[in-house]
């Protein structure tokens, strides 16, 4: 079945204990995003990638780092967790054979984080 | 950057009435598309739409691309109890990668 996985799906840690939110895509997709999701705010992207060792800044990039080593995977690392990063989480990927303006996004279920 | 603004922000309704919300951009938008969030899940693609001024219906959903290229609409007509969820717009930012989303729209159904 064609999907987007994250791990965990729920998550409570402390300021400051460094974690990792992973994504993986079986679909063989070139784009893959982070996504933030508050309340009234809507979702902002935090980090792309476009391919394999190719990422870059989306709208909210401070505070987290992603690495695209494979295709298939792009964790999000957050080195050094604050309470204002308590947030829902969503990993998406996308083809980009026919242009980022034709194709649409897969989305995983989504990781709730909670940092005290 | 570019925003996407929705409104409203949340709206409650009866079973079987007719739904409209709204998306507006600071900015040109050459592909809007409206996505639906079911509680506890990641967004689902609805419609996608490409020119200027086009309407798309998906069953009983419908949504238009603004002829500024600045706005488009989600219509739901007769609404059942499953529509609810948050509904967002979105498309790619102009000359780079980014996907953007808007600020979604909260919509519950009374039954």
């Known amino acids: 079945e064609a999907q987007v996985t994250q791990n965990p799906r729920y998550l409570i840690t402390v300021t400051g204990k460094k974690l990792t939110v992973t994504c993986s895509q079986n679909m063989n997709h070139e784009y893959m995003s982070w996504y933030r999701q508050d309340p009234g705010l809507g979702l902002r992207q935090i980090y792309y990638?476009?391919?394999?060792?190719?990422?870059d800044k989306g709208d909210v990039p401070e505070g987290y780092k992603v690495s695209r080593k494979e295709k298939r995977n792009f964790p999000l690392i957050l080195e050094s967790p604050s309470p204002n990063q308590t947030s829902l989480y969503f990993c998406?990927?996308?083809?980009?054979?026919?242009?980022?303006?034709?194709?649409?996004?897969?989305f995983g279920s989504g990781t709730q984080l909670s940092v005290l | 950057g570019q925003q996407l603004n929705q409104s409203p922000q949340s709206m409650f309704i009866q079973e079987g009435e007719d739904v409209s919300m709204n998306c507006t951009s600071s900015s040109i938008f050459n592909t809007w598309l409206w996505y639906k969030q079911d509680p506890g899940e990641g967004p689902v693609l609805l419609i996608a739409?490409?020119?200027?001024?086009e309407l798309t219906s998906n069953g009983r959903l419908t949504a238009q691309f603004g002829i500024t290229r600045k706005d488009s609409f989600l219509n739901i007509s007769a609404s059942i109890p499953s529509d609810v969820g948050i509904y967002f717009c979105a498309g790619p930012g102009s000359g780079t990668y980014k996907y953007i989303f808007g600020t979604g729209t909260r919509l519950k159904v009374l039954a």
């Open positions: 998406a990927s996308s083809p980009l054979a026919g242009g980022l303006s034709n194709e649409k996004l897969f």
């Open positions: 990638s476009m391919n394999v060792e190719v990422t």
């Open positions: 739409l490409y020119k200027a001024g």
